[in-house]
């Protein structure tokens, strides 16, 4: 079974500070992996679509790496800002185009 | 609409009832998912739609629950005799789906309540 894992499942820091959020899955063969932000009541808004082929991609203050062979990739905020408070989500697509989400990291900036 | 547009975006039903909910994808996307998202829990995958080959239906948790989609056009999720343990948000989302996987974009979802 393809597993999604993201740690920390909470995470609070204060504004101005850089964070790295964790995600990591059970099958390395992906096609590519998807970093989305989920506010409270709303739907999904995608944030960065980093390809297998790829190690990095950037976002203005995001950047996203993927190390396939370890099944891992991270999601990198700059500067962080009370803006960026929601839960993140990583989503791999494994092969048979259904993205399997992680549980996700509910992310709290501090004034 | 330039975005996956999905309504209700609120229903309330009673035990029992069916329920239909609508996505309209982006146009030109060809292929288009549905999810499941319970209070607190993350996103159960429910049903795919490619073009027109079958839907991956591997997802739906019983008979209750089926979708259709004409073409690469709107999708509706059918939920009949609803049961208390349905409320939850579904969210439908659609993309290119080009050799291999492209971006795909979300709608704002629908919540429902089984009262």
């Known amino acids: 079974k393809q597993e999604v894992t993201q740690i920390p499942a909470a995470l609070s820091v204060p504004e101005g500070e850089n964070l790295v959020l964790n995600c990591s899955f059970t099958d390395s063969a992906i096609y590519n992996l998807q970093w989305f932000r989920q506010d409270p009541g709303k739907g999904l808004t995608s944030l960065l679509l980093?390809?297998?082929?790829?190690r990095e991609q950037t976002s203005g203050r995001l950047n996203a790496s993927l190390d396939k062979s370890s099944g891992r990739s991270t999601l990198y905020i700059a500067a962080s800002q009370p803006g960026d408070s929601a839960t993140y989500l990583c989503?791999?697509?494994?092969?048979?185009?259904?993205?399997?989400f992680g549980t996700g990291t509910r992310l709290t900036i501090i004034p | 609409g330039a975005g996956v547009s999905q309504s209700p975006s609120n229903k309330v039903t009673e035990k029992g009832k069916d329920v239909e909910l609508r996505c309209d994808p982006i146009s030109g996307h060809t292929a288009l998912y549905w999810y499941r998202q319970r209070l607190g829990q993350g996103l159960e995958f429910l049903i795919y739609f490619q073009g027109n080959s079958a839907p991956d239906k591997s997802g739906l948790p019983s008979d209750r629950f089926s979708a259709e989609r004409t073409g690469e056009s709107v999708s509706t999720l059918t939920i009949q005799r609803t049961q208390q343990e349905d409320s939850a948000v579904y969210l439908c989302?659609?993309?290119?789906?080009?050799?291999?996987?492209?971006?795909?974009?979300f709608g704002q979802g629908t919540r429902l309540t089984v009262v």
């Open positions: 989302a659609s993309s290119l789906a080009r050799q291999g996987y492209t971006e795909a974009f």
């Open positions: 980093i390809q297998s082929s790829q």
């Open positions: 989503a791999p697509n494994f092969g048979n185009e259904k993205l399997t």
